[in-house]
Every structure is written in structure tokens, then in C-alpha cells.
């Protein structure tokens, strides 16, 4: 019987063939899927936030682009996954409400985006595919059997990239 | 933010339910005027919440909700949502617009800025109690509405906290009007650093 295993907002799961990692609901965090097609091991992380530089707390690493992803992909290796064979993609990054002076806290969707495109460039983990931006939220699922990463939304269709 | 949040005591706490009362009592009055409708209110519950479980507050990440939100502005700037499952914002919008109860599936631009109004209207009556308390000028911004995922709506909120911590204080009223089956749920979210204003401003220590 394959899992459907559940990752809270900032917080991060891995998991291997034939269970399914999924996150509900993304504005402007972003979900980042991590996928080894070889030894089928992945993970998920739901970040809130660019990065913990600029933070004033950083109790939980799992929050951050720059923080959450060394810690899944150690725990990946750790279940057998092998670092260079590591593939992304993500999904998120919404504005969810337009307002007419957008402050800089409003864009923090765009943000997010480029921060983990930055910090995969980084880590040099290849990104694969991507569908952020918009104003919608995006539920993520990324099965292990396949590494396809379906994206559910509520007037925008369902898609896998 | 956390030690802000969890260093106040149980009077601190009774004092912002006390307004979170009055606020949502005045909201909730300001509702059953327009509607003509008899409007019942829980007492405000007041939670601090780890950040990744506000959501389940009003049914979990996927829920499909409508949210009105307003920055307010002054010296402690806050976040003020109004969330509603997507029936009962429905149901909201064809009592506003004087439609058969269900006829409405889809929301035209009239019914988004009907929505918004009530959530203009919420705001300023809840936002007057907490000014009458605390003597501070708190102004609430236009509002802006989206109809999605309960988790994308409330990350815009919940970002901002995470900034500066993991938890959440959220004060929080459920709306009901029983025949019509209308629910809806009312949050103000301080600022980090509000919290320390308006307590200071009610003179409530500790």
C-alpha cells in the first residue's frame, strides 16, 4: 500500500517509492520537490520565507529556502538517495491579494521564487521545472513511483510537470 | 515575536478577549443591520498557534474559502481576514443582492465588492472597539479579496509572522446565521510588535 504522507507549512518530508508526498494549499510559499529518478527517494519542503539571513528568528530551519534544503537533502542521502543524481521542481510563489501600493511585503511570492531558484543555482541541483507566480494557490503532490509533481488548483486546472 | 506571545499572562489574554468581544459584538450587530438578520457570535477564542496550523482553524489548508483582507494601519499595525467557506460567501452575496437563496455559484464584480464592503463594514466596527480600549488611532486599508485555498490566503498573514517567529497569536470569532447557513470567521493578527502597543495602551501589565 503506497502513503500519502502530509508536509505542514514549514516543514519538510521525504520519503521513497511507492508513497506520495503532498502539501496543501500554497500562496506564496513555495513547495520544492527533490527527486532521484534512480533510487525513486524524494522530498518535499514548504517554505515561507527567501531566506534566514534577513530574519530576526530563525528557531526553525524548515521555514527557510537557504536552510530547508540541506536538511532534506541530508536526510535523502541518508535513505540512500545520491546527491548529483538530484533533480527539482517547484511550484508556488502566488500573490494572493492585489493591492494598489503593493508593498514590498505583498511581493514576498516573487521573492520566494527567485530565492530558491538562487539557492538550488547554489546547492547545484538542477531545476527541472517550475510554475510559479500568479495570484492562485496550489496544492503539490509528487509522487515517488514516477517523480511527476501534479499541481491542483481551484480555477486553473490540475497539471503534472 | 514568540516571547512577546507567550510571556503574557492570563489577564493580558482575558483583556483581548474582552475586546476581541466588544469588536465582534459591534461587527456582528453592523451585519445583522444590513441583513436583517438575526446574527449569532462565538466568544472570541484567543490561540497561539504554531504557524503551520492556522489553517486548520477553518477546516485545513485545502478548505475553499472566501478571505477579505485589510492591512490596518496607526500605531499597531495589524492584519484583520475575514474568511468564509466558499458556500457561505455564496449564500452572503444572494442575501446582499436581494437573489434566491443558492442562486449564486460564481461571483460577478459586483458580488466581489459587495463581499468587500462587508468585510470594509466588519473591520471598521471591530476596529472601533479596539481604538475605544486602547486610545490608539487604528485605521483599517481598503480591502482586498481572493476566493482560493485556505492556506494560500492565510500564508499571506502568516509570512509576515514567520518572520520573526514560529507562532501565531490569533483572535478569532465565528459568525452564524443558522437559517441561511452562513459561517464565517473574523481574525486580527498583530503585527510583531502590536501586541506590546496595545497592551501597554490598555494599561493592562501583567
Known amino acids: ?161 | 515575536m514568540d516571547e512577546e506571545i507567550f510571556k503574557l499572562s492570563p489577564l493580558q489574554l482575558d483583556a483581548l478577549r474582552e475586546i476581541g468581544n466588544v469588536g465582534a459584538g459591534n461587527a456582528a450587530t453592523a451585519l445583522s443591520q444590513i441583513l436583517n438578520k438575526r446574527i449569532d457570535m462565538t466568544v472570541p477564542q484567543i490561540s497561539v498557534l504554531p504557524l503551520g496550523e492556522v489553517p486548520e482553524v477553518v477546516g485545513g489548508a485545502d478548505a475553499m474559502v472566501a478571505g477579505v483582507y485589510l492591512r490596518v494601519y496607526g500605531p499597531a499595525p495589524s492584519s484583520i481576514l475575514f474568511l468564509l467557506p466558499r458556500d457561505s460567501a455564496f449564500y452572503l452575496v444572494d442575501m446582499l443582492m436581494g437573489r434566491a437563496h443558492g442562486s449564486t455559484v460564481q461571483l460577478n464584480e459586483m458580488d466581489e465588492s459587495a463581499l468587500m464592503e462587508i468585510g470594509n463594514i466588519l473591520s471598521g466596527a471591530y476596529l472601533n472597539a479596539l481604538s475605544h480600549f486602547t486610545k490608539l488611532t487604528l485605521l483599517p486599508s481598503i480591502p482586498a479579496l481572493a476566493m482560493d485555498m485556505a492556506g494560500a490566503i492565510l500564508s499571506v498573514i502568516l509570512i509576515q509572522l514567520g518572520q520573526v517567529g514560529d507562532h501565531a497569536l490569533v483572535i478569532e470569532t465565528e459568525f452564524s446565521s443558522d437559517n441561511d447557513g452562513v459561517k464565517g470567521h473574523f481574525f486580527l493578527i498583530p503585527d510583531p510588535g502590536s501586541l506590546g502597543t496595545i497592551m501597554a495602551a490598555i494599561g493592562v501589565k501583567e
Open chain 1, 1 to 161: 500500500m503506497s502513503q500519502l504522507i502530509k508536509v505542514g507549512m514549514a516543514d519538510y518530508k521525504v520519503g521513497r517509492s511507492p508513497d506520495s508526498l503532498i502539501t496543501y494549499g500554497l500562496g506564496s510559499c513555495i513547495g520544492i520537490a527533490l527527486f532521484d529518478a534512480v533510487a525513486k527517494i524524494g522530498g518535499l519542503s514548504h517554505i515561507m520565507l527567501p531566506d534566514s539571513q534577513q530574519a530576526r528568528s530563525s528557531d526553525n530551519p524548515a521555514k527557510f529556502a537557504d536552510t530547508a534544503l540541506p536538511l532534506m537533502v541530508e536526510e535523502m542521502i541518508r535513505m540512500g538517495a545520491v546527491r548529483n543524481r538530484l533533480r527539482a521542481k517547484i511550484a508556488g510563489g502566488a500573490q494572493m491579494f492585489t493591492f494598489a501600493n503593493a508593498t514590498e511585503i505583498m511581493r514576498v511570492g516573487e521573492r520566494n521564487g527567485e530565492a530558491v531558484r538562487a539557492t538550488l543555482k547554489k546547492m547545484d541541483i538542477a531545476l527541472v521545472a517550475a510554475d510559479t507566480g500568479g495570484n492562485y494557490g496550489r496544492t503539490v503532490e509528487l509522487k515517488l513511483d514516477s517523480g511527476l509533481f501534479r499541481i491542483k488548483t481551484i480555477d486553473k486546472g490540475e497539471k503534472e510537470i
